[in-house]
């Protein structure tokens, strides 16, 4: 069966500094995969998406950016952390054609 | 923006079905009718999703109208555990791009 990891599963960083957060999804292969940010009492906003290795679309600017070096794994990344960034960050993945799975999300705080 | 209209809140008795109504009033021919839930600080959770019939599956049924312009998700015998935010979204059939709205936050209420 299908799985989906993110890690860390909390992190606290000051601002300026640099972030990763990494995903990978285990039992499928080809996956279209997808980063969404959940700030604060807000909903989920979809940041960006992958249909393939090295293949990256954003959905909205800012200060973060993708990258999906291997075919089941997809980065969150900055060089330089705001206040703004924190929130609840969220990796999906989604066969061709089918439903779209959520991991169990980081938690990020900037401090 | 989300291309659906919500309840900011519902509550529910534990026991009793829980029926969720969603409008999408703007829905294409290709799209279809998702659901997911979100528990306090877990990832969203896929529940069912329909295009044009009827559906159901062991977590819940999703009645769809014949104009496609509304639905309601159903939860036959609902648990303090249903707890969540429920979100009914729209989406192309082969895009995967989620858009969420606010949702419906259920309170089950023993």
């Known amino acids: 069966s299908q799985t989906i990891h993110q890690w860390p599963a909390t992190l606290v960083q000051p601002v300026g500094s640099p972030l990763s957060l990494e995903c990978t999804v285990e039992?499928?292969?080809?996956?279209?995969l997808y980063w969404y940010r959940q700030a604060a009492g807000r909903g989920l906003q979809l940041l960006f998406y992958s249909v393939g290795i090295g293949q990256i679309s954003s959905e909205v600017p800012q200060n973060l950016s993708a990258s999906r070096p291997q075919d089941r794994q997809f980065i969150l990344s900055s060089k330089k952390l705001l206040l703004s960034d924190s929130g609840f960050y969220l990796c999906?993945?989604?066969?061709?054609?089918?439903?779209?799975?959520f991991g169990p999300g980081t938690r990020l705080t900037v401090l | 923006d989300a291309k659906t209209t919500q309840p900011p809140s519902m509550d529910c008795a534990e026991g009793r079905a829980a029926n969720l109504p969603c409008n999408h009033s703007t829905i294409s021919g290709n799209e279809y009718v998702y659901w997911y839930r979100q528990i306090h600080s877990q990832g969203p959770q896929y529940i069912i999703h329909?295009?044009?019939n009827n559906e159901t599956n062991e977590m819940a049924s999703l009645i769809i109208t014949e104009d496609r312009k509304s639905s309601t998700l159903i939860l036959p015998h609902a648990t303090l555990r249903d707890t969540a935010v429920y979100y009914c979204?729209?989406?192309?059939?082969?895009?995967?791009?989620?858009?969420f709205g606010q949702g419906t936050t259920l309170q089950v209420k023993p």
């Open positions: 979204i729209v989406m192309p059939g082969n895009t995967g791009k989620l858009i």
């Open positions: 039992g499928t292969s080809n996956p279209n």
């Open positions: 329909g295009l044009k």
């Open positions: 999906a993945w989604r066969a061709r054609g089918d439903t779209q799975y």
